[in-house]
């Protein structure tokens, strides 16, 4: 619920405009990467997944780039509406592990 | 409906009562994982199981124990709670064929131990 956001970094953004949430992720042996959505009181919700052998991926409003060289996942919501507002997580795992690691989250707030 | 379920959605116990945390799937997925949310950590996984019989220990396991009987059920055991172990914990569950990775979470658990 709210209680586990109290100490996410915020990007705040206005209705319709597009954001931008960044990700570093830690091994460089992960090859498979996703994105999450939790809203407030709900378990986290798939959005996207990329592969390592990919740059890009779009979805419906999503984008997700992937910069391997830097370690760096970012993810772009195309026209941000209120229903955007929530919690995002990336995380990673190695195909042949069952591991995943979560990064810390961004909670991102659409301003009407 | 596919989903994934939790129960209980709330506990409150004491230090040492030993408690069950039921997590089931209904898709049929040989993948199952457990996972507790803390302010600033992120998800830590605690346990997974990649089919019946088979778990192995996550990144944050000590206190924990699980098993898998059946493919649909995943429980998480607490033998002896302590205040540490205060945490919403989730469970999920994903297909992890080469094809499908996505991971199905539950709608949470939130524990606290007194």
């Known amino acids: 619920g709210e209680s586990v956001g109290l100490h996410l970094p915020t990007l705040s953004v206005q209705e319709g405009d597009n954001s931008i949430i960044n990700c570093a992720y830690s091994?460089?042996?992960?090859?498979?990467f996703i994105w999450y959505k939790q809203e407030s009181g709900k378990g986290p919700q798939f959005i996207i997944d990329?592969?390592?052998?990919?740059d890009k991926r779009q979805g419906q409003r999503v984008t997700v780039l992937l910069n391997k060289t830097v370690k760096h996942l970012s993810l772009q919501i195309a026209a941000t509406q209120p229903g955007d507002s929530a919690v995002y997580f990336c995380a990673e795992t190695t195909s042949g592990t069952y591991k995943y690691i979560f990064g810390t989250g961004t909670r991102l707030k659409v301003l009407a | 409906e596919a989903q994934v379920t939790q129960n209980p959605r709330y506990l409150i116990t004491v230090t040492g009562k030993k408690l069950t945390v039921t997590c089931s799937q209904n898709?049929?997925?040989?993948?199952m994982s457990w996972y507790r949310q803390d302010p600033g950590l992120g998800l830590r996984q605690i346990y997974y199981?990649?089919?019946?019989?088979?778990?192995d220990k996550g990144d944050v396991p000590e206190g924990y124990k699980v098993s898998r009987k059946e493919k649909r059920n995943f429980p998480l055991i607490l033998e002896s709670p302590s205040p540490n172990q205060t945490s919403l914990y989730f469970c999920?569950?994903?297909?992890?064929?080469?094809?499908?990775?996505?991971?199905?979470f539950g709608p949470g658990t939130r524990l606290t131990v007194l």
């Open positions: 999920a569950s994903s297909p992890r064929t080469s094809r499908e990775d996505e991971q199905f």
């Open positions: 990329i592969r390592s052998n990919m």
């Open positions: 091994n460089s042996a992960s090859d498979y």
């Open positions: 898709m049929n997925h040989e993948y």
């Open positions: 199981s990649m089919n019946v019989e088979v778990t």
